[in-house]
């Protein structure tokens, strides 16, 4: 009986960590700039754990590619495209906004 529930336990570590992690690399594959990510929090463990302020990432990531136009990182295994650019976030957020789905 043990046995079967550290075999089950094990399934489900496993299939969560491939569910969270099966996205980190993305940004590497598509050639953007971007922060790794690391299981299980993405790429900024200090907002889990509650060290930092989402605002100050934020803030310390805009520095870190201040002369890049976007970059990605990730948030708990799903990435995120963050956008410098203030024309490119107009484009975006005006002109295609019908691409997008509520």
Request: a neutral charge; one cysteine or more.
């Amino acid at each position: 009986m043990l046995i079967e529930i550290g075999l089950l336990l094990a399934t489900l570590f496993l299939w969560a960590y491939w569910l969270i992690s099966k996205n980190f690399g993305k940004w590497e594959k598509l050639g953007f700039p971007c922060i790794s990510g690391r299981f299980p929090y993405g790429s900024h463990s200090e907002l889990m754990t509650q060290k930092k302020h989402l605002n100050d990432l934020a803030k310390e990531d805009y520095e870190l590619f201040k002369d890049k136009d976007f970059y990605g990182t990730y948030l708990l295994g799903k990435p995120v495209l963050n956008i410098n650019n203030v024309d490119m976030a107009k484009d975006i957020l005006v002109k295609n906004f019908n691409n997008f789905v509520d």
